[in-house]
């Protein structure tokens, strides 16, 4: 008898919540967990997997094709899904076949994420219980893992490169297997006080104090409350100023470029209890002397601490170069042509690059000639520099600056394929365009050594390009602000170069276009004569 009802199954999406009744008996008829194994050696897990993946592809073709839905749209989806995790219920049954049914519950949770017209309560009913079938199957040893970022990778392959809203689930969920992060940290409230000393300096007070960090301009940065603080009260001189303004958290200067909930995480809780809000003290900078307190520009870990294997923390990491998911990701960032769209998925992206060239043999992976992945990366480099943050080109620039540096030390180097002269040209002139961050312009000057190796036609476009600013005799009689702010970069960029073979051929041609001689002789003629 349970045969013959279970063959009615292939019939329950025609018969909608006509089969309500049929489901509830079929139901309690295999309650024992003996009937479920028997269901399943009889072949019905794999069945089930088919018949939601066909109720799922009509949805999506009802999608395209009609404006009007029928609320029990989903009924029969919601009924073989919630059948299907009866079964994964039982631990002997999600063992064996979690791996063959992963794949078909990941594309299903996929396809309903996308549904708009179609979407009804049912849909998102089933959404949420694939999603909670994922969480139960996608837990295991370390080998079932990986597993499953392998069927990930593979997932993405049925999604066109023009879809960048479904792939930024499998890449969010990807980061979180490789790096499981700390609990995502709720609301907390904040307070914007006046440093007590400059009372009769700065005009106005923040009312609202205290705020919640969910308002609008409370975030992400703490740039963003420098500015807050600004408009609220008409200190409009110091709105696109970022050296006027000092904000102080438990009597320690804050970096602008620090996010906020980092800073009430690893600066604020440290010391103080998570009940209490955040204290963060404005003050004009230089106003009453030279500040005395620490600058804190980094929140990572300092150096001299405990040292972290990175190869071992990261160790998922390595499937991504094993399983194609480094290709997959690199024709994903190609295929971003509008940042205002596709915003979402190149964020993950970047995070999920930044996470996998933590281990040598994925940045060794990604200096292979067939992948061209420093070329791309750079082509995502020239969008991201015409945004107005820099937050996402700093990440980018990271990842670019770990690869170039393996490639660096490899014996011989690992020359990355498809580096132009006329990419070094547009890096260099993003020195001298707008107010790019202190962090970019450092990261700009430790990548772009890295693009001229071994080609000395690239190493005389990055000299050329300083060439007005090392006239030092000129620049004393007449320079700008972006003739210091050149010059200053050359030096970063000076200091930066690696004692290897590699630097010792940058140096070598400095020393054969004069640079070294020229500042010789000006430090000859400037300098104060020795009493």
């Avoid at 994420?113 to 179609?118: G, I, P, Y």
């Avoid at 609220?232 to 996010?259: F, R, T, Y």
């Avoid at 998570?274 to 004009?284: F, I, K, L, P, T």
Wanted: negative net charge; charged residues 25%; aromatic residues 6%.
């Amino acid at each position: 008898m349970l045969d013959l009802l279970t063959t009615y199954l292939d019939e329950l999406g025609t018969a909608g919540e006509s089969g309500a009744k049929f489901m509830s008996l079929y139901q309690s008829l295999i309650a024992p967990d003996y009937w479920k194994h028997y269901l399943a050696i009889k072949g019905l897990l794999p069945h089930l997997g088919d018949l939601i993946t066909s109720e799922i592809e009509q949805l999506g073709v009802l999608e395209e094709t009609t404006l009007n839905a029928d609320l029990s749209q989903g009924f029969a989806l919601k009924m073989l899904t919630e059948l299907l995790a009866s079964f994964i219920a039982v631990d002997a049954l999600r063992q064996q076949y979690k791996s063959r049914l992963v794949g078909c519950v990941l594309n299903g949770y996929l396809c309903l994420r996308k549904l708009v017209v179609q979407r009804t309560k049912l849909v998102d009913e089933t959404q949420e219980r694939l999603l909670a079938l994922l969480e139960e199957m996608t837990t295991g040893t370390a080998s079932e893992t990986e597993a499953f970022m392998a069927v990930c990778v593979a997932t993405l392959g049925r999604y066109p490169l023009g879809d960048v809203r479904t792939p930024v689930f499998i890449f969010e969920r990807l980061c979180s297997l490789i790096h499981p992060e700390e609990n995502e940290l709720g609301e907390f409230l904040v307070t914007l006080e006046k440093d007590p000393q400059q009372e009769d300096f700065l005009q106005g007070r923040m009312l609202g104090n205290p705020y919640s960090s969910h308002e609008p301009g409370m975030g992400p940065l703490m740039r963003d409350l420098k500015n807050k603080v600004c408009q609220d009260c008409e200190l409009v001189a110091l709105l696109e100023d970022d050296n006027g303004m000092e904000l102080l958290v438990c009597n320690k200067i804050m970096s602008l470029d620090l996010p906020v909930k980092e800073v009430y995480r690893k600066v604020w809780c440290a010391e103080n209890g998570e009940s209490e809000a955040m204290r963060v003290v404005y003050r004009m900078r230089g106003l009453l002397g030279d500040a005395t307190e620490e600058f804190v520009e980094s929140l990572e870990a300092k150096a001299g601490g405990p040292q972290v294997d990175e190869e071992q923390l990261y160790q998922l990491a390595r499937v991504m170069g094993t399983c194609g998911g480094l290709e997959a990701m690199l024709e994903r960032l190609a295929a971003i042509d509008d940042l205002a769209r596709g915003r979402p998925l190149l964020t993950v992206l970047l995070k999920l690059f930044g996470l996998c060239v933590k281990v040598r043999s994925n940045r060794q992976r990604l200096l292979e000639p067939p992948l061209r992945a420093v070329a791309r990366l750079l082509g995502a480099l020239r969008l991201l520099l015409g945004a107005p943050e820099a937050s996402l080109a700093e990440q980018l620039l990271a990842t670019l600056e770990a690869v170039l540096a393996e490639g660096a030390a490899h014996v011989p180097p690992l020359v990355p394929e498809g580096v132009t002269r006329d990419d070094i040209t547009f890096l260099l002139a993003q020195v001298g365009t707008g107010r790019p961050s202190p962090r970019l312009l450092q990261l700009l000057m430790r990548v772009v050594p890295f693009l001229t190796l071994t080609d000395e036609a690239k190493m005389e476009v990055l000299i050329n390009h300083f060439k007005r600013q090392l006239n030092f005799s000129r620049f004393d009689l007449e320079h700008t602000p972006d003739d210091d702010v050149q010059l200053e970069c050359f030096c970063n960029l000076s200091a930066g170069i690696e004692r290897n073979d590699n630097g010792n051929r940058l140096k070598n041609l400095l020393v054969a276009r004069g640079i070294v001689q020229a500042a010789i002789r000006y430090l000859l003629v400037y300098s104060p004569p020795a009493k």
